[in-house]
């Protein structure tokens, strides 16, 4: 059974850098497959989606308020995925969730429905 373990939070102040990391096991043989999201929930909001990297790699999107600041990537030979953070503004905190799925379709990428494995969170807190 696919598992996914976020890491990396923490409490930092506005225009810092942080970097998550998300380790997934339980399909190594097939990690290469999966597309990779980011996304985030903060208190009394739903949560929404953050970035993307689909199962090759070569594609990427973000939510437009952390474009240009955001980098997700991959490491397939590692099994992780990570999500640097830079220029953090506060309203940026939230915990942040890693998902997993294969069978993301492009339409889909930014619905956290269509994700099928889901870490247990990092919070990310910034202050101002």
């Known amino acids: 059974q696919v598992q996914l373990a976020e890491s990396g939070g923490g409490l930092v102040l506005a225009g810092s850098s942080l970097r998550l990391s998300c380790e997934f096991s339980?399909?190594?043989?097939?990690?290469?497959?999966?597309?990779l999201a980011w996304f985030r929930q903060a208190p009394g909001k739903e949560r929404e989606f953050v970035a993307v990297?689909?199962?090759?790699?070569?594609?990427?999107y973000y939510q437009d308020s952390v474009k240009g600041r955001f980098g997700i990537s991959r490491d397939n030979a590692k099994n992780t995925a990570h999500l640097q953070m830079d220029s953090l503004k506060p309203e940026d905190s939230a915990v942040y969730y890693c998902?997993?799925?294969?069978?993301?379709?492009?339409?889909?990428?930014?619905?956290?429905?269509?994700?099928?494995?889901w870490g247990q969170g990092t919070r990310v807190t910034v202050s101002s």
């Open positions: 990297i689909r199962a090759n790699g070569g594609y990427t």
């Open positions: 339980g399909d190594s043989f097939n990690f290469r497959r999966y597309t």
């Open positions: 998902a997993a799925s294969q069978t993301v379709s492009l339409s889909q990428i930014r619905t956290s429905n269509a994700y099928a494995y």
